[in-house]
């Protein structure tokens, strides 16, 4: 079965902290660059990190310096490490492949607000 589940979004203030959790399915993870995207109220989907198979990581000037991404190839799961966030943080958190992106999952909650 074709998944993906996202995990660990909430509320958190201003220059907290917080680390999301995403669960693959192997067709999709195996092999491919992982990457996270997110959605804010009435904005496009962004992608904000990459990972490729390898462990090389990329992000958005945005997040940079901010956000750090990882995975774990044995348990096909890829995190998500973010700190200082800031309100325009505030969106829905998706992984999914980088190139031949395949069915969204729920994704999971982020709300920077004091």
């Known amino acids: 079965q074709v998944m993906l589940v996202e995990s660990g979004g909430g509320l958190v203030q201003p220059g907290g902290s917080l680390t999301l959790s995403c669960a693959a399915s192997?067709?999709?993870?195996?092999?491919?660059?992982m990457g996270w995207y997110r959605q804010a109220p009435g904005k496009q989907r962004e992608l904000v990190a990459t990972i490729t198979s390898g462990g090389n990581t990329g992000y958005a000037e945005s997040v940079k310096g901010r956000f750090t991404t990882s995975r774990d190839n044995a348990k096909n799961m890829v995190y998500l490490q973010m700190n200082n966030l800031k309100p325009e943080d505030t969106a829905v958190y998706y992984c999914?492949?980088?190139?031949?992106?395949?069915?969204w999952g729920q994704g999971t909650q982020v709300t920077v607000s004091s």
């Open positions: 192997g067709s999709i993870f195996r092999g491919n660059a």
């Open positions: 999914n492949r980088v190139v031949r992106i395949s069915a």
